[in-house]
T-cell receptor
Framework: DQQVKQNSPSLSVQEGRISILNCDYTNSMFDYFLWYKKYPAEGPTFLISISSIKDKNEDGRFTVFLNKSAKHLSLHIVPSQPGDSAVYFC?????????FGTGTSLTVIP | EAQVTQNPRYLITVTGKKLTVTCSQNMNHEYMSWYRQDPGLGLRQIYYSMNVEVTDKGDVPEGYKVSRKEKRNFPLILESPSPNQTSLYFCASSLQVWNEQFFGPGTRLTVL
């Protein structure tokens, strides 16, 4: 059973606009959450993380929001750039294990 | 250059022929892990290791073995591969389990 879900397989956004990627989870024991970005033929690379005790973390153009009551996580990219086009995975951690979502393919249109 | 390397990058084999995919990191990381990526299923953790000689099962360990005899190496062993193990495999490492993970470039395995 998928404990971390990304219900949107793909998203297209105009350059300069905001990209919002969503992630839902079922396990309330997750300690922290991470976002990874993946280009074709490469391994995922870390983007940003957030502890379960926080509700927001910001790093440059990237902001992650955590809504524990809704068990929902979102990644905001502002402004979106063509180089942001990639597959984005959300992941959650508990008990020394990581659980990943199925990924959302973001296309930023120039 | 800090990196995680995997070999081979591509492998086509036949059912039942034992194989090993190597993984090595040069960052002195404690935590290492193997994942498989399948369409519609995302990344799923196969095995992980908290340190030398300490390994544990992830979400999908069936049909796989690992060992951690040295800190830098974490090979994935398929003793009797089957077609349902055809997948894209990633090795990853992090300084500690709660830190960001660095991923290798992936190994595409096809079992006929």
């Amino acid at each position: 059973d998928q404990q971390v879900k990304q219900n949107s397989p793909s998203l297209s956004v105009q350059e300069g606009r905001i990209s919002i990627l969503n992630c839902d989870y079922t396990n309330s024991m997750f300690d922290y959450f991470l976002w990874y970005k993946k280009y074709p033929a490469e391994g995922p690379t870390f983007l940003i993380s957030i502890s379960s005790i926080k509700d927001k973390n910001e790093d440059g153009r990237f902001t992650v929001f955590l809504n524990k009551s809704a068990k929902h996580l979102s990644l905001h990219i502002v402004p979106s750039q063509p180089g942001d086009s990639a597959v984005y995975f959300c992941a959650a951690y508990t008990g020394n294990q990581f659980y990943f979502g199925t990924g959302t393919s973001l296309t930023v249109i120039p | 250059e800090a990196q995680v390397t995997q070999n081979p990058r591509y492998l086509i084999t036949v059912t039942g022929k034992k194989l090993t995919v190597t993984c090595s990191q040069n960052m002195n990381h404690e935590y290492m892990s193997w994942y498989r990526q399948d369409p519609g299923l995302g990344l799923r953790q196969i095995y992980y290791s908290m340190n030398v000689e300490v390994t544990d099962k992830g979400d999908v360990p069936e049909g796989y073995k690992v060992s951690r005899k040295e800190k830098r190496n974490f090979p994935l062993i398929l003793e009797s591969p089957s077609p349902n193990q055809t997948s894209l495999y990633f090795c990853a490492s992090s300084l500690q389990v709660w830190n960001e993970q660095f991923f290798g470039p992936g190994t595409r395995l096809t079992v006929l």
